[in-house]
């Protein structure tokens, strides 16, 4: 299995910035999907954004044009790069990647992830 690690959360400010590093363990990471994940308290786990092997994007519709993922497939790393936070964003997140044929299916460890709290 995969092993995953996050990186890069902290406490901001409505309308600041931040960028999240997910690293890798393995040799063949550039052909997963990442996906980066955020549970809030009392929430289930969702799904904000996906990057495939070829670079295509998907986002989630509360974070579509305020979030950027990217992967350096050289350094076995993804990032999230958040701007314009909202106080909605605050959660825990998750990174874990998948097959290309589907994002049902998870094939890393779930790590300890980062928290994102955003707050005046």
């Known amino acids: 299995q995969v092993q995953l690690v996050e990186s890069g959360g902290g406490l901001v400010q409505p309308g600041g910035s931040l960028r999240l590093s997910c690293a890798a363990s393995?040799?063949?990471?550039?052909?997963?999907?990442i996906g980066w994940y955020r549970q809030a308290p009392g929430k289930q786990r969702e799904l904000v954004a996906t990057?495939?092997?070829?670079?295509?994007?998907n986002y989630a519709d509360s974070v579509k044009g305020r979030f950027t993922i990217s992967r350096d497939n050289a350094r076995n790393t993804a990032y999230l790069q958040m701007d314009s936070l909202k106080p909605e964003d605050t959660a825990v997140y998750y990174c874990?990647?998948?097959?290309?044929?589907?994002?049902?299916?998870?094939?890393?460890?779930w790590g300890q992830g980062t928290q994102v709290t955003v707050s005046s």
């Open positions: 874990n990647v998948h097959p290309e044929y589907s994002t049902s299916i998870v094939l890393g460890s």
């Open positions: 393995g040799s063949i990471f550039s052909i997963y999907v």
């Open positions: 990057i495939r092997s070829g670079g295509n994007t």
